[in-house]
């Protein structure tokens, strides 16, 4: 990697465009710590020292922080993420947005533009909400109508500002560009997290003690990424085999190929909507003012809450865990099977004289990748279930309470091996020579 990154700044191209990315990042930041006029930024700060309210938790992490600063940039790229993925199930269900997707560039330009449209009312919508939500408990400091409309509009606007940003270092920068605007906010909350486990686990303790604290932090932190790695990397390889076939007097055709099939193959989308679904009735809880009560309502609440988990004085409340991981390994399945269509692909197949050796074209095709693949996205669910329980496992017994868990390690690790190949892809192109160079 460092290897890649020195090569990178000797291209004259490829160094404006990391340039580039690195002052976007910065107003990233910048903006990230910009108050919203006329809210009270201890609020939140007030609200999370409190309770413990994993749905804000999360969000707070995906934010880099802006959230609970309420920052422009409170809302970040979350609108933009979901109406990604909202357009992307409505592909499946709508023709339109479905023909829209094969018309190749244009279409993808449309895609794009009605993913805009819907990230801003998303924004605006998680604004009112907010404002309606929070504003009588004394989050605005006047609650009038000219300090509900500046919020709303400010925390439009920030959201619709990064989702710009975005586009630009994927078009002037070195490609992915909301995903690196999303890593980078998660990294910059890693060195106050850190500090919270050295304050809790190692200062005040005996050298031996806090040494050993350190030594099993570290690890553990270690053994997370190259898990996560590990399962970024894995994937299956299906041997195609394609028939030889006669043209002019030519034999054409009879190369080998394969189907690259990933272990993890829906990414942390699984996780994501997991964690969604279930902090949503938390929010809307905590917007309401209630959970902190002791009836059933409140119990159930406290489940779905990830840091009563693996609390050895309440184990009762580790049934949320349990929800978690089967809604965790549905929705792996589920995405795959909107992604990744077997029958399509077996008819692809058949369509250009390829087969998988050992079985017939067209339907034991199709039923053989449904097989492999269904053994595999289990594999990959239970890798995601791994990375993302054990920071669980040691938020509950140990009370580390950290906003990075298995998904930020996932979306950061992910983000990076990426990125790297978009640099190297870049610096490939620029140091090709082909026979026109001569």
Known sequence: MLETLRNAFKIKDVRRRIYYVLLMLVIVRIGSQLPIPGVD?????????????????FFNAFTGGSFEQMSIFALSI??????????????????????MQRDGEEGRKKMTAITRYLTVGLALFQSVAMVIGFGNRGWLTEMNFTSIVVAVVTLTGGSAMLMWIGEQITEKGVGNG??????????SRIPSDL??????????????????????????????????????GGERKIPVQYSKKMVGRKMMGGQSSAIPLKVN?????????????MSFPV???SFLGKGGGTGIGSKILKGLTSSNWFKPEEPVYSVGLVVYIVLVIFFAYFYTSITFNPMEVADNMKKQGGFIPGIRPGKPTQEYLEKILSYIIFIGATGLVIVA????????????????????????????LETIKQVESRMLVRNYKGFLSE
């Open 265 to 277: 193959t829906a990414g942390v989308i699984p996780i994501i909507f997991a964690s969604s679904l």
């Open 389 to 416: 329980v054990i920071p669980f496992f040691f938020n509950g017994v140990f009370g580390a309470n950290v906003s990075f868990g298995g998904t930020s390690i996932i979306i950061v690790v992910g983000v990076v």
């Open 178 to 187: 909301i995903s690196i605007v999303l890593m980078i906010n998660i990294v």
């Open 41 to 57: 930024r201890d609020f939140f700060k007030n609200l999370f020292a409190s309770q413990s309210n994993d749905a804000f938790n």
């Open 78 to 99: 979350t609108p933009y993420i979901t109406s990604s993925i909202i357009i992307q199930l409505l592909t499946i269900a709508i023709p339109k947005l479905e023909e």
């Open 195 to 232: 500090a919270s486990l050295f304050e809790k686990f190692v200062k005040g303790k005996t050298i031996a003690r806090g040494g050993l604290a350190a030594i099993i932090i570290m690890a553990i932190i270690v053994v997370v990424v190259v898990l996560v790695l590990i399962l970024n």
């Open 283 to 285: 929010v809307i809880a």
